[in-house]
């Protein structure tokens, strides 16, 4: 269990790491323009908030327990985390792809 506990950590705190400016900056120039784009746009930044803290607090768990078999409710709650981290990349992953004419600046 405590591989699961990892990658939900990773997925977590990683979730819009890659992706998530770039994706930002699209959203910003799409918004506006769809109802129904909107909402997805307005769920997938919730997930794409939320993921990061949820991926904290279940580090501190992690790290809480160091070596001891979690408890069931910090289970649940990996099992959450890692849902609204993989639901923030799979939403970055396809706001990047559905826009084939994006064009993405360098800020280095």
Request: glycine share 6%.
């Amino acid at each position: 269990m405590a591989g699961d506990l990892v990658t939900a950590i990773v997925f977590a705190l990683a979730a819009t790491a890659l992706g998530g400016p770039e994706a930002l900056r699209l959203l910003r120039d799409l918004a506006g323009r769809n109802p129904v784009a909107d909402v997805a746009m307005l769920v997938g930044v919730m997930c794409a908030a939320t993921a990061p803290v949820l991926g904290a607090m279940l580090l501190v768990r992690y790290i809480r327990v160091a070596g001891n078999a979690p408890d069931p409710f910090t289970r649940l709650f990996a099992r959450v985390t890692l849902t609204v981290a993989a639901a923030a990349i799979f939403l970055v992953a396809v706001w990047l792809v559905a826009v084939p004419d994006a064009k993405f600046a360098c800020s280095a």
